[in-house]
């Protein structure tokens, strides 16, 4: 989860940023990054608390097991289907997905499942066991502390090369060639 001391709905951005880091400077660089890749963060007003969109990945990959006319390739693509669908409300439409209803909004809009399914399953807890059960297991066992977190690795060996945070598409290059020498 991105910082989950933010507030169970999600909190204003720039009285986030405030608190945090005392202002939102911190995100030029990111978001000039951004629009060479054709991302505005045109309407970033919430940081989320990202637990739900978390829980709700658990529900589509619960829903996507069932389903045996899923292959593994289309299983993988719709969680990055839904992933981006979460960016989308959280940075160009000032969605917020903290609420069970905005995350909710992502699944509806896929067409996965109906936010009058989706709603009652997180108020009732769903997903909630799993999603904390991998966040311990991901810093207590593998170090992560961090997002976004990549361990870049091959099959020709053992080595892996952990990459924290933001990185450009050169520390990429350097891992991966890491990896496969």
């Known amino acids: 989860m991105i910082d989950p001391g933010t507030k169970r709905d999600g909190e204003d951005y720039n009285a986030y940023c405030r608190r945090r880091w005392g202002g939102d400077g911190w995100t030029n660089s990111l978001r000039e990054r951004g629009k060479s890749m054709g991302l505005k963060f045109g309407e ?88 904390a059960a991998a966040d311990t297991y991901a810093k207590r066992e593998m170090a992560i502390g961090g997002v976004p977190y990549f361990l870049v690795s091959s099959d020709k060996g053992p080595q892996q090369v952990p990459l924290s945070g933001a990185q450009s598409s050169s520390a990429f290059e350097k891992a991966f060639q890491r990896v496969s020498s």
């Open 44 to 131: 970033w007003k919430y940081w989320p608390n990202t637990l739900n969109a978390h829980r709700l990945c658990a529900y589509l990959e619960e829903m996507d097991a069932a389903n045996p006319a899923l292959s593994e390739k289309e299983k993988e693509m719709r969680g990055l289907e839904l992933v981006n669908k979460f960016y989308e409300l959280t940075y160009e439409r000032g969605v917020n997905i903290s609420t069970p209803e905005g995350a909710a909004l992502a699944m509806e809009e896929l067409g996965f499942a109906k936010s009058s399914d989706v709603v009652p399953w997180l108020e009732g807890g769903g997903g909630q066991q799993e999603v």
